[in-house]
């Protein structure tokens, strides 16, 4: 799987209908903190992380990125997800709380460059020096993976006469920057990218790729029916937090090892429906989430993602999909274990 989901060749992808909400107010990071698995009280301004949006029961809503900046937190989350979460957020801010929702999604833009010289940005001619890149080398320098054990960093540079966050992080796991900025630079920021011999990417591509990583999206793989172990999202999680909306459902899981089903890629010989039913040796194991074309230099492949019953197996599993075999194979961007505190 390590070559799947590769871009050789800049491609810029926009994905400004991705949702965009800033906290702002002085217990905006107790409050999202609070809201989510990962432990947003650990980072400082410039950096960022995974964090998982979920149920009083532990099921999931959504993965969303949070970045830190000096004055506020903002917030991406998946598309068609922003004004759910927003008043999700909303109906937990009691009066005395000193937080305020923007959904900003309609005001700014979102673009992603992938690829290993994702560093075009810097050939910009609407990107300033001095203030913006020369002090801000680690941004283009450090193309940290979208799961690390790291942060995700993030500065602000002045673009087209506009502040933007230029993030150094993809959202796919792969090498890449991500842009966020006012609207009124879109146009001029997509223009310059190819102009500097960076590829437009498509929906499809990236549906691909997102596959190909084994990122899970809302409705397909992130439901109700599902919880953020089972959807490989450990790095999302901290263990080690106070309490949380879901956290005792989570942390039951990981300390009983309860996780009976897990999210893997798998390898279609053909086509078939997403919602599928997975068997192996005539019993239902899982089903069928995502598919996507994968087009390697000499084949094209079928991709999918899918929930596979724990006890049935993981990686190397050979599985039936409505008449066609498939593989189950491990994709980079979710991990399978179980989470052991550090020893003092």
Known sequence: MN??????????????????????????????????????????????????????????????????????LLTVVSPGMDQQLYDWMDRYIFFSDKVTLTNESKQTCMFTILGDDAGALRELPGVESGVGIETSKAVFQDIPKAVSDGMLSHHTLQMFGEACLVIANSGLGLPGYTVIGPSSIAEALMSALTQVGVRVGTAQQWETLRIAQGRPMPGQELTDDDNPLEAGLWNSISFEKGCYIGQETIARLNTYQGV????????????????????????????????????????????????????????????????????????????HTYYTAKSQ
């Open 3 to 72: 070559s799947m989901g590769k871009t050789k060749t800049p491609t810029v992808f926009d994905r400004s209908h991705w949702g965009r909400i800033r906290l702002t107010g002085a217990d905006r990071v107790r409050f999202l903190h609070n809201q989510t698995t990962n432990n947003i009280e650990q980072l400082s301004p410039g950096q960022g992380c995974h964090s998982v949006f979920v149920t009083s029961t532990g099921r999931t809503i959504d993965l969303a990125s949070v970045y830190v900046l000096e004055d506020a």
């Open 260 to 335: 009976k089903k897990r999210l893997w890629g798998l390898l279609l010989e053909n086509p078939v429906a997403v919602g599928a039913v997975i068997t192996h040796e005539g019993e239902k194991v899982g089903r069928l989430t995502s598919l996507a074309p994968l087009i390697n230099e000499s084949e094209t492949q079928t991709l999918g993602l899918g929930y596979i019953r724990t006890k049935a197996g993981g990686e190397g599993l050979t599985v039936d999909i409505e008449g066609t075999q498939a593989t189950v194979v491990a994709v980079p961007f979710i991990e």
